[in-house]
């Protein structure tokens, strides 16, 4: 529950900055907005990097996706490779 709940709140935030993208905010609260995506950008592609990397081929084959799940939900999405383990 936790681990869904989180997800669904990393979706809104990653809505919330790519709509100030498309429609920006009044001042103050777009450059918030655009430092809070460079940060998540990052912070979420270092990670994937990082997996992307580290996995072989046959694991790259197996879930094609799977650094990319990574890049949107961050550490909830590895706490759900636990939980399933």
């Not at 912070?43 to 799940?69: C, I, P, R, V, Y």
């Amino acid at each position: 529950m936790f681990i869904l709940l989180g997800k669904l709140v990393y979706s809104f935030i990653w809505l919330f900055l790519l709509f100030n993208l498309v429609h920006p905010f009044p001042k103050p609260a777009n450059i918030v907005a655009y430092v809070g995506l460079a940060a998540f950008v990052l912070t979420h592609g270092l990670q994937a990097w990082m997996l992307q990397s580290t996995m072989t081929n046959q694991e790259k084959e197996q879930d094609k996706f799977k650094a990319l799940k990574l890049f949107i939900f961050g550490v909830f999405e590895t706490l759900s490779w636990k939980n399933k383990k």
